[in-house]
């Protein structure tokens, strides 16, 4: 579940917040939507219950009719599915003619990152229990522009800083290991760099 917290979500939420327009459907809601940093959502899903979602349903069988939304925005949701053929599939079902799909998708550690970077330090203490997880494609833009040949896809490199005590619940999530493991492994790192991109299609 995406609750925002990889990275700094006012810095890639502002990035978003260019794209929406219209009606619009935010994939992978998460429990908290106060920091979506103003951007107005029409309906939000999620596949967890219990959380912030206006609809409880999957990405790759979203219960809406053909071309519903002018936009579809995703933050740091379409990271962890599994087979991103499907839900493309879905996308371009709802998206109305004209519409645009925007998403922040997670990179991991910035590549220059020193030695203060919580990141990096916790993906060389468990490097075979923290990898990038879901279909690795959402981070490739030539399988973006084969899943959309009829959009412009444009890819923006976006770089923030985060607190590395923010990171642990995140981490911990996605190497599936107890939070005091992960707090252990960035003990005295102040903050981290993290790489994401925002992909549009329009």
């Known amino acids: 579940m995406n609750e925002g917290v990889l990275p700094d979500d006012a810095v890639t939420w502002q990035r978003l917040a260019a794209a929406c327009a219209g009606r619009v459907l935010e994939i992978g809601c998460g429990a908290r939507r106060a920091w979506r940093g103003g951007v107005a959502i029409d309906v939000a899903i999620d596949v967890a219950r219990g959380g912030a979602a206006d609809v409880v349903a999957r990405a790759e069988a979203l219960p809406f009719a ?35 799909v925007a998403a922040i998708v997670g990179g991991g550690p910035a590549a220059d990152a020193g030695d203060d970077d919580a990141l990096a330090a916790l993906c060389d203490r468990l490097p075979r229990r923290l990898g990038a997880p879901g279909d690795p494609r959402v981070r490739d833009d030539a399988a973006w522009r084969a899943w959309w040949p009829s959009h412009r896809v444009t890819v923006e490199r976006l770089e923030t800083r985060v607190d590395g005590a923010a990171l642990v619940p995140t981490l911990a999530r996605l190497a599936r290991v107890a939070e005091a493991v992960v707090a252990d492994a960035i003990a005295g790192r102040r903050a981290a760099r993290v790489v994401t991109w ?3 299609c329009a």
């Open 66 to 100: 053909a071309a519903t939304f002018d936009r579809v925005v995703a933050h740091l949701a379409l990271d962890v599915i599994a087979n991103g053929d499907p839900v493309m599939r879905e996308l371009a079902r709802v998206l109305a003619p004209g519409g645009e």
């Open 198 to 200: 925002l992909v549009r």
